[in-house]
């Protein structure tokens, strides 16, 4: 399966986006989807995944009362609502899918897209 990452930007402290995350596969609704970031200089971290039917999702602590995973099987997206954005969330934002269940740990997808930037400015 591709994964297409969009919605990244530039935005101020305070601010909000959604990132999207287009799949090609028409059996998106067997995948569970994750979403990972990664600052310059600091290994890639879980930011939120999100079960096949959309039913159970799991959020980092850095982000969790702030943002909120959701999906669309009929379009085969995935989305990440981000509010309250805080400079420490400036990365390279990555969706992933596995068939295997979703899970907070990178090395449990098997497909990823290309990344998105986020720059957060105070």
């Known amino acids: 399966v591709q994964l297409q990452a969009s919605g990244g930007g530039l935005v101020q402290a305070g601010g909000s986006l959604r990132l999207s995350c287009a799949a090609s596969?028409?059996?998106?609704?067997?995948?569970?989807m994750g979403w990972f970031r990664q600052a310059p200089g600091k290994e890639r971290e879980f930011v939120a995944a999100?079960?096949?039917?959309?039913?159970?999702?799991y959020y980092a602590d850095s982000v969790k009362v702030r943002s909120t995973i959701s999906r669309d099987n009929a379009k085969n997206t995935v989305y990440l609502q981000m509010n309250s954005l805080k400079p420490e969330d400036t990365a390279v934002y990555y969706c992933?899918?596995?068939?295997?269940?979703?899970?907070?740990?990178?090395?449990?997808?098997?497909?990823w897209g290309q990344g998105t930037q986020v720059t957060v400015s105070s």
């Open positions: 992933a899918a596995t068939y295997r269940g979703a899970t907070m740990k990178d090395y449990g997808y098997d497909y």
């Open positions: 596969k028409r059996t998106f609704n067997n995948y569970a």
């Open positions: 999100i079960n096949w039917s959309g039913s159970t999702t």
